[in-house]
């Protein structure tokens, strides 16, 4: 950002800068002179140290760190106190030690402040002189030894002069055997924003993002149960919600401040799916979870810090703008899967935390933006991009910060966010002496903006790192904390900046795709991720069609993809691809559920027969809109069909946990192998599963075969007819002969009327009655 004229209001007048130098040699030069016990020489090179004191490099031997400056942002009746650690890092002792407090010039604006972090210690020339009679004193300090020291100084004392931020140093003065003399052995800078009116003019309007995400901890599966109980990947969220943990910290410490909640609907979900029975896997099974009440606790908390305040949803799952834009849109359907995660955002936020969320807001890694970039976080329907100041840079030789809302075409606003301040909590802020220090150089950064121009209202937006560890977040509190007084600046939410009038000379010119950052490109989800993610959404497209209840399938599933593009990946490569091969995978298994059962080698002996295949359904929900087909290798040499379908296929609808027969009519045209493939299909013709073959063997009997085997049945029958006739011939001759024999016995004339009539009927050759098996 332009800093032309960032010393208006805020430079020491020359007669004070003279009196300071002077004072400077003044007291160097007795101060040394007294104390040297050495030789004129080494007199004489500490005067002219003295004398330049910026050339002198500052000494090693005492460390110190500032653990707590109270107040941060005093007025003219409180007792400025700091408290810290001196420690010796050298080898000698120290001796005739003190600790004093410096209080150096007022700072040329935000380039006067930035130079003043980036020198290490303090210097006299450039710190001042130490406020007198306000001191700590060690009689002795050994080697490795570290001593707590707290400083009260009246602010009276101070000698403030003049609206603005001062250079405070804490130095430790003393003497070492080998330099036994006098002199600065250790200091550390800081920062004292001084305006203790509220500024005669306007007061900047601070914006301050409060995100809450975290990385993602939900896998895809869920159990059969009519609940679909959840499994989770780990249970290492609960460690963050629990008391003391980072998000924990977050609700507590953003409940009290006056913050834009920026939150990802991905962690509200997956924090309500803990509230009710869950799963967390453990190596191949899983096992119950138990934190329910650990995010129920944090959940209504939540919600109830939220009511009545402004809350941004961003897209379900965080997904990353930058890696769409330049990996995945060349991909089919990448984009549509931010549409889905945008639509699903402002419900999931509405259903937990019973707010209505702003949707139209789009925050890209880091701020960083490129014509790509934009297009992609603004095809899902928001019409604001959260920028950031060293992305969105200055050219036009402001010499304010100016407002962060800039129109950059399209319907689009940029709202961008000053670099500066988003940065200045992302170091490890666990020690108590990193934290002080931001915390005063974030204030006097905000005071210095605010004194740039007090006549122009100014809106500032802070978008701090997506995920603040819980110091960070303690430190971000503090400093936000310390402007509650709103002596110089005062709150505005997000949407509210993002209208604020834009400044016309502000830059609102979106940076070219070749600036930018190559640390962050390297960081993107690759090609592959993309082609991974469709792969996935073509499965769960053909799945669904066969569902009767798809949305226990589709909707766990379109959020494991929404997950799959998540910025939180960026961090993690390994993970990311862990993740998206265990979606698929999971999603491969419940569609082989539905599957067709092998089938043994078929016998046909004839010219028809009916073949049935099995199709096992082992979801727990019933299946349909499926239709089975069989295809012979050789359709000349055997024809399949049905009843239901000329082209040889069969509907199939089986129940949850149930199999289905399905029968179809095979004709053979010859004698012979012929190999079948079974598979089945969705209604559009889609094929689902994987194919089956089978065998069939057809030994049909061939009209030749038929008539020899008639002929011989035929003679087989006339062979009996002639042993039945022959049969009954016999008997009829031999019952004749007896009757004759007989009358010849008894004299009788065969011709007289008492001849008896014969007992048998004439000779038939009917078939034999019902009753009778005939043997052929």
Request: zero cysteines; aromatic letters at 4%; glycine letters at 10%.
């Amino acid at each position: 950002m332009a800093e032309a004229a960032d010393s208006q209001g805020m430079g020491p007048s020359p007669a004070r800068r003279w009196l300071r130098r002077t004072a400077a040699l003044l007291v160097g030069a007795p101060l040394i002179a007294g104390l040297l016990s050495g030789t004129a020489a080494t007199a004489a090179a500490h005067a002219t140290a003295a004398a330049v004191p910026h050339k002198v490099p500052l000494s090693r031997t005492v460390q110190v760190t500032l653990d707590s400056m109270a107040p941060s942002a005093p007025v003219k009746s409180d007792t400025l106190t700091i408290s810290g650690t001196v420690t010796n890092t050298g080898r000698q002792a120290v001796t005739s030690a003190h600790v004093g407090l410096r209080v150096g010039q007022r700072l040329n604006g935000r380039t006067g402040i930035d130079e003043a972090a980036q020198r290490g210690g303090v210097s006299p020339g450039l710190d001042g002189v130490e406020v007198d009679k306000y001191t700590v004193k060690f009689p002795k300090l050994a080697p490795g030894i570290s001593r707590d020291f707290t400083l009260s100084v009246p602010v009276a004392k101070l000698g403030l002069d003049g609206d603005g931020v001062y250079a405070l140093g804490v130095s430790v003065s003393g003497q070492t055997a080998s330099q036994p003399y006098e002199q600065v052995l250790g200091g550390q800078r800081t920062f004292l924003p001084w305006q203790p009116e509220a500024v005669d003019g306007k007061k900047s309007q601070l914006t301050y993002l409060w995100p809450l995400m975290s990385s993602t901890h939900l896998t895809a599966q869920t159990g059969s149960d009519e609940q679909q109980t959840p499994v989770f990947a780990d249970d290492e969220l609960a460690a963050e919600l629990a008391p003391g943990g980072r998000l924990e910290r977050m609700v507590a410490l953003g409940d009290e401040l006056p913050v834009t909640w920026v939150i990802d609907p991905d962690l509200l979900a997956t924090v309500d799916a803990m509230t009710r029975n869950y799963r967390v896997k453990s190596g191949d099974t899983d096992v119950p979870g138990s934190n329910q009440d650990v995010a129920k606790e944090w959940l209504g908390k939540l919600e109830d810090a939220v009511q009545g305040q402004k809350v941004v949803a961003l897209p379900f799952a965080d997904p990353d703008l930058a890696s769409l834009a330049h990996r995945g849109k060349d991909v089919s359907g990448s984009l549509s899967h931010l549409q889905g995660a945008t639509e699903v955002a402002e419900k999931t936020v509405e259903t937990i935390l019973h707010v209505t969320p702003s949707v139209d807001f789009a925050w890209p890694v880091q701020g960083a933006v490129d014509p790509s970039i934009v297009d992609v976080a603004t095809s899902a329907g928001a019409h604001n991009v959260i920028a950031r100041s060293d992305s969105l840079r200055e050219t036009g030789g402001l010499a304010y910060s100016p407002s962060a809302a800039r129109p950059i075409g399209g319907g689009t606003t940029a709202v961008v966010s000053d670099a500066r301040l988003s940065t200045a909590f992302e170091g490890d802020m666990s020690r108590a002496g990193t934290s002080t220090l931001a915390v005063q150089e974030f204030l006097a950064q905000t005071l210095a903006i605010t004194l740039q121009d007090t006549e122009k209202q100014r809106s500032i937006v802070v978008a701090p790192q997506r995920m603040p560890s819980a110091s960070q977040a303690q430190t971000m509190a503090s400093a936000v904390r310390a402007l509650s007084a709103q002596r110089w600046t005062q709150p505005l939410d997000l949407t509210a900046a993002a209208s604020v009038k834009p400044d016309a000379r502000a830059t609102a010119r979106v940076p070219s795709s070749s600036s930018y950052p190559g640390s962050l490109r390297r960081q993107e989800l690759p090609v592959q991720a993309f082609q991974d993610m469709k792969s996935t959404q073509g499965t769960l497209d053909k799945f669904r069609v066969v569902l009767t209840a798809p949305d226990r399938v589709v909707t766990p599933f379109g959020n494991a993809i929404n997950r799959e593009m998540s910025t939180s990946w960026r961090d993690d490569r390994e993970g990311a691809v862990i993740y998206r091969a265990g979606v698929q995978s999971y999603l491969d298994g419940l569609t082989g559920e539905v599957r067709l059962i092998q089938k043994s080698t078929a016998t046909m002996s004839g010219r028809s027969a009916t073949l049935a295949v099995t199709v096992q359904n082992q979801l727990v929900q019933p299946v349909g809109n499926l239709v089975l087909r069989l295809e012979p290798s050789n359709p000349s040499r055997l024809k399949v069909t049905t009843n239901e379908d000329a082209n040889g296929g069969q509907p199939v609808k089986i129940d949850g946990g149930h199999s289905q027969s399905v029968k179809f009519t095979a004709t053979a045209n010859a004698n012979g192998p012929v190999q079948v493939t079974a598979r089945l299909y969705t209604q559009d013709g889609t094929p689902y599963g994987d194919p089956m073959e089978f065998t069939v063997k057809v030994s049909e009997i061939t009209p030749t075969v038929m008539l020899v085997i008639a002929g011989g049945v035929l003679l087989l029958v006339l062979a009996g007819i002639r042993m039945y006739t022959h049969r009954k011939r016999s008997t009829a001759l031999k019952e004749t002969g007896e009757a004759d024999a007989a009358e010849a016995a008894d004299g009788d004339d065969p011709g007289q009327p008492s001849d008896p009539t014969p007992d048998t009927g004439p000779e038939s050759g009917a078939s034999p009655g019902t009753g009778e098996k005939v043997e052929h």
